[in-house]
């Protein structure tokens, strides 16, 4: 069986604020990294509840804007990630990551 270089993932999750959906994230960057993979966990806020169950070899990167200080935007998720948008995409540009998975 030909042995397969690891992948460069990248996973995307509005914040780490402990929800079902950012707990399955977590996991699934951690179990990533453990196979060796180089791994991302993009954020689009500052909550980071979950932060200690991060792997150390998990990159985590926070996209808040400017614009995500706001205590408008900072109590919706929806306007938060729309903030983020901007630094994701040049994050996708720059880095190329094999792999994106999103939730929430």
């Known amino acids: 069986m030909p042995v397969r270089a690891p992948a460069h993932i990248a996973l995307f999750v509005a914040d780490l604020g402990g929800g079902g959906a950012q707990r399955s994230m977590v996991t ?9 993979h180089r ?15 991060v792997a150390d070899v998990v990159r985590v990167q926070p996209f808040a804007g400017r614009a995500s200080r706001l205590p408008i935007v900072r109590s919706r998720k929806r306007w938060r990630v729309r903030t983020a948008v901007g630094g994701i995409a040049r994050y996708l540009q720059a880095c190329r990551p094999d792999a994106l998975l999103a939730t929430s």
């Open 39 to 53: 791994v991302d966990l993009l954020t689009a806020g500052d909550d980071d509840l979950l932060a200690s169950r």
């Open 28 to 36: 699934l960057a951690n179990g990533f990294a453990a196979a060796g």
